[in-house]
């Protein structure tokens, strides 16, 4: 079946330094890819999406490329904030029966220290 | 505020208590879902309703009932839980495009349950 993964966690850098959160995925379809935060105490907040190859999704400085040859969508940012601390979910959707169905990688713990 | 709200945030709850969960969404989608986030695993997709009608179970345990009354609002009954059921139970709509095309799922801010 479809899966990700992602970068292991926990991730602590220090303010304005570059990050970098990789994921990789495995489908048997085309699926549209996603980047969710979650900060502390909080649901999921859709961060950006790339719904074809090549697209790049970007939001808040964070960018990620859809790249189909090497089935990666990472995260980068070139200088993160404190604000930035939270755990940060790759996924992938699926069609099922006309609902879209989400496949999530196991989240990594990113922390920014001032 | 992503549109999504769930009540309550938190809930104990004994292993012999009845309790439910609500979910309701502001948006104006026809797809709404339930998931489990527990410590240290993946979110795992537990139930979905397109248009009122549940279209997925995902191997979920009867001590869970959903029931979507209508597109907006979406209900989790929980009875005779186990610790091991204590998680973040996050709700998420969408909006179905008649063309088919994927699109994006909305999440509210969880109900964090504990189960002694």
């Known amino acids: 079946g479809d899966s990700v993964t992602q970068m292991e966690g926990p991730v602590t850098l220090s303010e304005e330094a570059f990050l970098t959160i990789n994921c990789t995925y495995t489908?048997?379809?085309?699926?549209?890819l996603f980047w969710y935060v979650q900060y502390p105490g909080e649901g999921l907040q859709l961060l950006l999406k790339a719904t074809k190859a090549d697209d790049k999704g970007s939001n808040k400085g964070f960018e990620a490329t859809y790249r189909k040859e090497t089935t990666s969508f990472h995260l980068e940012k070139g200088s993160v904030q404190v604000s930035d601390s939270a755990v940060y979910f790759c996924?992938?959707?699926?069609?099922?029966?006309?609902?879209?169905?989400?496949?999530f990688g196991q989240g990594t713990r990113l922390t920014i220290n001032p | 505020e992503t549109g999504v709200t769930q009540t309550p945030r938190h809930l104990v709850m004994g292993m012999t208590n009845k309790k439910s969960l609500k979910c309701e969404q502001h948006l104006g989608h026809n797809a709404m879902y339930w998931y489990k986030q527990s410590a240290k695993k993946p979110l795992e997709l537990m139930f979905v309703?397109?248009?009122?009608?549940?279209?997925e179970n995902n191997s979920v345990p009867s001590r869970f009932s959903p029931e979507c009354p209508n597109s907006s609002h979406l209900f989790l009954h929980l009875h005779t839980l186990q610790p091991e059921d204590s998680a973040l139970y996050l709700c998420?709509?969408?909006?179905?495009?008649?063309?088919?095309?994927?699109?994006?799922?909305?999440f509210g801010p969880g109900t964090r349950l504990t189960v002694l």
């Open positions: 996924a992938l959707s699926d069609l099922v029966q006309g609902a879209q169905k989400l496949v």
């Open positions: 309703y397109n248009f009122k009608e549940q279209t």
């Open positions: 998420a709509s969408s909006q179905i495009p008649s063309s088919g095309r994927k699109h994006t799922q909305y």
């Open positions: 489908a048997t379809g085309y699926p549209s």
